[in-house]
């Protein structure tokens, strides 16, 4: 038997249960629902206070019994779990010997590593839950209400669109912001995608998401974010791609319809350049292509090496400041500040962490799945956009991470006759 019929035989879900794949619907959609909270904060510069973060306190909770599905389906990858755990101790380390007091923030904080981590292993875990049930097809009520709940995930991304474009605010934090609004475009994008049969046909809600997260990067790029045009750029054909039927007449009409949307909103931004105004793009308008986070971000590289310099086998988490650079002044790009921040170690831990996520995906064969594949590319796209313009503690990163140490199959097992 080869691998291919070996994980055939070995990848339906052991069980599936109704009450998990409930938790896991009710796990994505609190998910989506908490992070447009936080993005209202961030957007309009308001403290958060514990009812706030309720959300993320029920999800907790949630993720106990989600986790007990996951160890009973096989579905951790142990070997990154190890190793973000070893590149996590060497971390700590890092920041406790550069005594910036940092700890909390970049490990436990809502936007410390460790926390995205986690959210990305609950969200990948509850997504599994909720398409083993709808594909089994044992629950059939359950098909019916993950379609109609999605129509009211979509609610909170309407509601912080219409809220922001009707009352803008100067943001003070835009780069949080822009993370956030990242992973809330990813699971809502991944969530639609779960609740796609494997030939399910026409996709109504992954349509309108399309176009909600379209108006949403614009509200974020008036926020002076240039992180979040560049990711949508990316994201946007690899998605419609990955959660349309083009065998559906209505898919088709809606990729006609999007074309030339796109097109139409390009005339209009490089040509009269309203859409442009009071963003970072701005000075296309006048013929010059320039943004200037871009051009500051290139400017940076030429300090890699003399940070590099400063500790080159383990890395030093301060290391801009000892190679006599100002704060801030760190590199942007999650390859070079692994290099700097991290050392080689600690760049050949993540390193090695994707290679298990890559081997590991290739003997399952869930990367040739739809879903997976989709899931895959997302990871891929992020790993990219981050290695080119932001530091290696960036919440997206760190959320695939999480997700991606939690297989969308089950565990290839042994018991089959090779």
């Not at 809600?205 to 002076?224: D, E, K, S």
């Not at 054909?237 to 390009?266: C, E, G, M, Q």
């Not at 010059?288 to 003399?306: C, K, P, Y």
């Amino acid at each position: 038997m080869d691998v291919s019929t070996l994980y055939r035989a070995s990848s339906r879900p052991i069980s599936v249960n109704p009450v998990m794949a409930f938790f896991g619907l009710a796990f994505v959609g609190i998910l989506i629902a908490q992070t447009t909270r936080i993005l209202y904060m961030d957007a309009n510069s308001v403290q958060s206070s514990p009812v706030d973060l309720a959300g993320y306190f029920l999800n907790s909770a949630i993720g106990i019994a989600l986790l007990y599905y996951g160890l009973q389906n096989r579905l951790i990858r142990y070997n990154v779990l190890i190793t973000i755990g070893i590149f996590v101790f060497l971390l700590t380390l890092n920041i406790n010997r550069s005594s910036n007091g940092e700890l909390f923030s970049v490990l436990l904080s809502r936007y410390g590593i460790i926390i995205a981590f986690f959210i990305g292993v609950g969200t990948a875990i509850a997504l599994h839950a909720l398409r083993s049930n709808i594909n089994s097809g044992s629950t059939k009520w359950f098909s019916g209400l993950v379609n109609f709940s999605l129509y009211f995930f979509l609610l909170p991304i309407a509601f912080i669109v219409l809220n922001y474009l009707e009352n803008r605010v100067e943001t003070e934090s835009y780069q949080q912001v822009s993370s956030n609004a990242i992973i809330l475009i990813c699971v809502a994008l991944l969530t639609v995608a779960a609740a796609k049969k494997e030939h399910g046909g026409g996709n109504i809600p992954g349509y309108i998401l399309l176009v909600l997260c379209t108006f949403l990067v614009y509200a974020i790029a008036l926020m002076q974010s240039t992180s979040i045009v560049a990711f949508w750029l990316v994201i946007f054909p690899v998605a419609l791609l990955s959660i349309t039927d083009t065998s559906t007449k209505i898919a088709r009409v809606f990729i006609t319809i999007t074309i030339v949307f796109i097109v139409y909103w390009l005339v209009i931004a490089f040509f009269l350049g309203d859409l442009l105004t009071d963003t970072r793009f701005e000075a296309i308008n006048d013929g010059v292509l320039e943004i200037s986070s871009v051009q500051s971000r290139l400017s940076l590289l030429s300090g890699f090496s003399d940070q590099f310099a400063v500790a080159p086998l383990l890395g030093a988490f301060d290391a801009e400041l000892r190679a006599g650079y100002f704060s801030g002044n760190y590199m942007h790009s999650i390859l070079l500040s692994l290099l700097t921040h991290m050392g080689i170690i600690g760049t050949l831990l993540i390193a090695l962490a994707v290679y298990f996520i890559w081997k590991d995906g290739r003997v399952t064969g869930e990367f040739r799945q739809s879903f997976g594949r989709f899931y895959y590319r997302l990871f891929l796209a992020i790993i990219f956009l981050g290695t080119l313009f932001t530091f290696f503690t960036w919440m997206p990163f760190w959320f695939f991470l999480g997700s991606m140490s939690v297989r969308t199959v089950n565990e290839v097992t042994p018991k089959a006759n090779l």
